[in-house]
């Protein structure tokens, strides 16, 4: 069965401390695979997207990996306003886009 | 250029009452995914359209629908409605498969 698991589900860093998110995926076929962050009431705002094993794209504090199997969201040196909930998806080939539950990430000053 | 726009933002029905709910992609894009957000299950996939055909539908009952128009814009209905529709209701374009996919701001709906 088609799956994507995130973990942790939450996470507290002080600003500074860096740390990695992870996503693992089990699917049939990989267009390519998402990481939105999603701040509180409002709608997915695109991060990052990748499409095959090896690839790694960067922005500001982030960095994403994609593997065969999973993919690392890797935030450094975390400032507050990083604070929000992470959220991986992997579109299938039947164009169906599955999300996993998210990592909450809580950046403290 | 423009993101994807929802409309409503916000609204409240009754239950047995009937909703539908409007989504404009970014122009250029001609495929539009409708999601459903809940603390519970979170991101649940409802269906997604192309060229106003439907490619593939997720795992909800027939009360949700939707349809697409030649000018890319979608709407979604929900019939019947239960207090367990309440969500936030969201819409994502992408310009073709591969390609990025943006999300609206959601329409949230409270269902009483």
């Known amino acids: 069965e088609d799956q994507v698991t995130q973990s942790p589900e939450a996470l507290r860093l002080q600003e500074g401390e860096s740390s990695s998110l992870n996503c693992s995926y089990t699917?049939?076929?990989?267009?390519?695979l998402f990481w939105y962050r999603q701040d509180p009431g409002k709608g997915p705002e695109f991060l990052f997207t990748?499409?095959?094993a090896g690839e790694e794209k960067e922005k500001e504090r982030l960095k994403a990996t994609l593997t065969k199997k999973e993919s690392f969201l890797h935030i450094t040196a975390p400032k507050p306003e990083d604070s929000a909930t992470y959220l991986c998806?992997?579109?299938?080939?039947?164009?169906?886009?599955?999300f996993g539950a998210g990592t909450t990430v809580t950046v403290r000053a | 250029k423009a993101g994807v726009t929802q409309t409503p933002r916000y609204l409240i029905k009754t239950r047995g009452q009937q909703v539908t709910l409007s989504c404009s992609p970014i122009?250029?894009?001609?495929?539009v995914s409708w999601y459903q957000q809940t603390p519970g299950q979170g991101l649940q996939f409802l269906f997604e359209?192309?060229?106003?055909?439907?490619?593939n539908k997720g795992n909800f009952p027939g009360r949700f629908s939707g349809r697409q128009f030649s000018n890319s814009r979608s709407e979604m209905n929900v019939s019947t409605l239960e207090l367990g529709d309440s969500a936030l209701y969201l819409c994502?374009?992408?310009?073709?498969?591969?390609?990025?996919?943006?999300f609206g701001e959601g329409s949230w709906l409270t269902v009483v």
């Open positions: 998806a992997v579109q299938h080939n039947d164009y169906k886009l599955s």
């Open positions: 359209y192309f060229s106003e055909t439907q490619r």
């Open positions: 994502a374009s992408q310009q073709s498969s591969g390609n990025t996919i943006y």
């Open positions: 122009s250029g894009h001609r495929s």
């Open positions: 699917v049939s076929g990989l267009r390519g």
């Open positions: 990748l499409y095959s």
